[in-house]
C-alpha cells in the first residue's frame, strides 16, 4: 500500500498550456501535488511535464464549459480524497469580432466556461474550506474587467463579472480562514488571441505581450499573500487598469475599439 503524500494539493484549470500552465508549474515548484485540467488532450503532456518537478501530477481532460464537465471535475476531486489546500480556477476563452455577426454558440460557450463554471465550481468546494476554516482560490480575470470590450464584448463582461464576484466573496468569507485572489493580466503571450480570432488584423493582437510565466509568478505570490488581486504584467497594465477607473466608460470603449477592431492591426 502506497504511503499518502502529506503536501498540499491544489487544481488548476485551463492548465494545458499558457498561464494555466505556467500557474501549475508555480505549485509544482512549491511542493504542491496537482490535478490539472482542461478541454484539449494536451493535459496530459502537461501533466507529464509537471511531474518533473518531482510532485504528484494528475490529470483531467473535461469540457468545462458544461455542466457536465464541472461535476466531472468535482466527483474527481472527491475520489481523489485529498484535501484541497488551493485552487486556481483559470480556464477562459474569448471570441472576437462584431458581437451582431458572431456565432451564437460560440459566445455561449465563453459565458460557460468563463463565469458558469467558475461560480459552479468555487460553490462546489467551498463548504469544504469553510468547515476546515482553510483555503485559498485564486480566479484569473485581466485588466479587460475594468472596461467595456468591443469586438469582445463578452469576453470583456465574462471578467468583469468574475472580478465582481470573486471581490464579494471575498469580503463574504472575511475572518472565515478561506482567502480569494483576483488575477488580472494584460495581453500576456499565449494561446489567447489565436483561439479568439484576434491575432492577425488587431493591434492588440500584434503588440508585444507579457511573458506568461512572469504574470504566473506574480498571481501565485499574491495567491499565498492573500491579497485582494494583483495587476499583473507591464507596467503599463498598471497604469491601463488606473485610468480605466478614472475615465468614463465611454471613453476607455473607444480606447479598446482602437486596439480591437478587425483591420486596426494593418494601420
Known sequence: MSTPSTRPFAIVTGASSGIGYELAKQFAQHGYDLLVVAEDDGITTAAQRLGAEGTEVQSLQADLATYEGVEQLYNATRAMGRTLDAVALNAGVGVHGEFAESDLDAQLNLIGLNVISPVHFTRRIMGDMLARRQGRILFTSSIAATMPGPFEATYNASKAFLKSFAESIREELKDSGVTVTVLMPGATETNFFRR???A????????????????????????????????????????????????????????????TEPGSGKE
Open 196 to 198: 479568439a480570432g484576434s
Open 200 to 259: 492577425d488584423d488587431t493591434k492588440i493582437g500584434q503588440s508585444k505581450k507579457d511573458d506568461a510565466a512572469e504574470v504566473a509568478k506574480e498571481g501565485f505570490e499574491a495567491l499565498m499573500a492573500g491579497k485582494d488581486h494583483v495587476v499583473a504584467g507591464s507596467f503599463m497594465n498598471k497604469v491601463q487598469a488606473t485610468m480605466a477607473h478614472i475615465l468614463p466608460d465611454t471613453v476607455t470603449a473607444k480606447i479598446h475599439r482602437g486596439q
